[in-house]
Structure formats: structure tokens, C-alpha cells
């Protein structure tokens, strides 16, 4: 990270910096794109499992007779529906309870000195 009393060229550390800010921010959106992604996809199975189980305590066969499938498979499909469910939303919540808020300090910490340097080099530009 460029320091004020670094001996680069503003532009060049403006530059720098810019592109370090950019790769962190990617991190941290991805970070935060694999989190929403498994919740969500938890959410969706665990729903999907309530149903099939609310249809097989319900003794509706005709939700399973349709699809084509035995009693059996789906309370097998339910269970396993279920689990990867459960599984995926633990995944979720460890993710959001570590959320990597290091990262995101930093990257507060580098828009801050990019806007400094931006400051820095108006007020050296309106200099005669």
C-alpha cells in the first residue's frame, strides 16, 4: 500500500491503488455471493423437504404417483432433501458469523488514502 512519504508519482500510486481496491472489493462480493447462495439454496431444499414430508404424514399419494415414485424413494429423496438442507444453512450462518471483516476493513482503509490522494494531487494541481 502507497504511503505519503512514499517517492512515487501520485498518478502511479493512484493507480495502484485503484487496482488493489478493485481486486478486494471482488473478494469481499464473492465472499458475500457464496454466503447468499448457499442460504438461498438451503432455504429452497428445506421448503421443497417440508412439502414432501407434509404429503407423506398427509398419506397423499397422489403427489408421488404422478412424479412416478415409490413411497420409499421419496421419503429417501425427503431425507436427503432435508439434510443437504440443514447442512447448506449451517454452511450459511458459519460464513456470516466469520464474515471476513478484515477485508473489509481494509478496503475502507485504502478508499480512505485513495481519497487522500486524490485530495493531495487537486490541491498540488491548483498550485501555480
Known amino acids: ?3 505519503s512519504d512514499n517517492c512515487e ?7 495502484n491503488l485503484r487496482s488493489s481496491i ?14 447468499a447462495a448457499a442460504l438461498g439454496l438451503g432455504v429452497f431444499l428445506l421448503l421443497l423437504s417440508a412439502g414432501a414430508a407434509y404429503d407423506l404424514i398427509s398419506a397423499k399419494q397422489l403427489v408421488w404417483q404422478m412424479l ?10 425427503t431425507a436427503i432433501a432435508g439434510s443437504v ?4 444453512l449451517l454452511y ?6 466469520g464474515a471476513d471483516s478484515d477485508a473489509r476493513a481494509r478496503l475502507e482503509q485504502m478508499e480512505e ?11 498540488l494541481a491548483q498550485k501555480p
Open 1 to 3: 500500500m502507497p504511503h
Open 9 to 15: 508519482p501520485i498518478d502511479v500510486q493512484l493507480r
Open 22 to 35: 478493485s481486486d478486494l472489493g471482488y473478494e469481499v462480493d464473492s465472499f458475500k455471493a457464496k454466503t
Open 68 to 77: 412416478g415414485v415409490s413411497r420409499e424413494a421419496l421419503t429417501w429423496i
Open 85 to 88: 438442507a440443514i447442512g447448506l
Open 92 to 97: 450459511g450462518l458459519l460464513l456470516t458469523k
Open 113 to 123: 488514502e485513495y481519497a487522500e490522494l486524490v485530495e493531495r494531487q487537486n490541491s
